[in-house]
């Protein structure tokens, strides 16, 4: 991971003369779990959460300004609730996890002053903060085995962008991901967890100095 953000950080510094810009995106997460157990088995009634998550960087504008390179921090918050009917039991769980995004945005089409485009990400991101509700019951989750590890969470997006200025321009984003675990504490558990996500959200990017990139021009 180390290695990764140093070849990232030396191939923007390397794109310095080319222009640059910064974004900032927030939202909100639609998240469920898809757990299966050792056995086989998954739990049931497992039900989607809505949550917020916060995404901010940079972005390289390659020739021929239809696509710009990513790199950026983002904090997203996962999360999902269940009910055992029998037991009369709830269960709810809020997972908060920070991590570093790349990818690239491609702009695809163009209709009078909005651009439509395609964003392909991946992110790597660690827990910062968890819990688990058992009725009235609240569990830290960190140093458990099925949250408490890396995960990596390909991501594609779809969106608008529409220029409010020259330097500056509001953008809608809509993106799925699922995620994958990078390392298993107990891999004889055979245990799986995915986290889901739907994401809609709300951003501005803005040129910085020396930037000859136009948000009217495509």
């Known amino acids: 991971m180390k290695r990764l ?3 990232l950080g030396m191939f923007f510094f390397s794109h310095s ?3 640059q810009l910064v974004y900032a995106e927030w939202g909100q997460t639609i998240s469920n779990f898809d757990y299966e157990n050792s056995t086989g088995g998954t739990l049931e009634n497992l039900q989607p959460k809505i949550a917020s998550y916060l995404n901010a960087g940079y972005q390289v504008q390659l020739k021929g300004d239809k696509t710009t390179l990513i790199l950026g921090g983002v904090l997203n918050t996962y999360g999902a609730v269940a009910s055992d009917v029998l037991l009369d039991n709830y269960f709810e769980w809020d997972v908060t996890y920070a991590g570093i995004q790349t990818g690239l945005t491609y702009y695809f089409a163009r209709s009078r002053s909005l651009l439509f485009y395609v964003k392909p990400t991946v992110s790597l991101e660690y827990l910062v ?3 688990q509700t058992l009725n009235n019951q609240v569990f830290n989750l960190s140093g458990e085995d099925e949250f408490d590890n ?3 969470v390909p991501r594609v997006g779809i ?3 529409y220029p409010i200025s020259n330097k500056a321009a509001l953008y809608l984003n ?3 991901g699922r995620s994958f675990s990078l390392a298993k504490a107990r891999p004889e ?3 799986k967890l995915n986290i889901n996500s739907h994401m809609v959200g709300i951003g501005i990017v803005i040129q910085l100095p020396g930037c000859n990139c136009a948000f009217k021009s495509f």
């Open 189 to 191: 558990d055979n245990e």
């Open 5 to 7: 953000t140093i070849l």
């Open 150 to 152: 890396l995960l990596l």
């Open 159 to 161: 969106g608008l962008q």
């Open 174 to 176: 809509y993106g799925y």
């Open 129 to 131: 903060r968890g819990t």
């Open 17 to 19: 003369s080319v222009s």
